[in-house]
C-alpha cells in the first residue's frame, strides 16, 4: 500500500496495487471519495478529493495487525 498527497490539488490517493497499474473503471462511492479499479476488477485504489476537508483530523492506524493477501 502506498499513500500520496498533491496539496496543490488537496488530493488523497491510497495505492493498493502497484502505482503503474491502471485504472479500468472508477466507481463513486460518497460524493468526494473514488475507487479505482483494473481489468479483473480488482482495487487499485481511492482518491479522496478535497481531502483536507474530508479528512479534517489526523489519521493513525496501525497496519501491523493487518493480514495482507496477496
Known amino acids: 500500500m502506498k499513500i500520496e498527497y ?8 491510497i495505492y493498493f496495487q502497484s502505482s503503474d497499474k ?10 468526494g471519495v ?8 480488482k482495487l487499485v485504489g481511492l482518491e479522496i478529493l478535497d481531502a483536507s476537508e474530508m479528512i479534517e483530523e489526523t489519521i493513525e492506524f ?3 495487525q493487518m493480514k495482507m493477501t496477496a
Open 6 to 13: 498533491d496539496g496543490k490539488r488537496d488530493l488523497l490517493y
Open 34 to 41: 473514488n475507487a479505482d479499479f483494473d481489468k479483473e476488477n
Open 22 to 31: 491502471k485504472s479500468a473503471k472508477t466507481m463513486i462511492i460518497v460524493p
Open 62 to 64: 496501525d497496519l501491523s
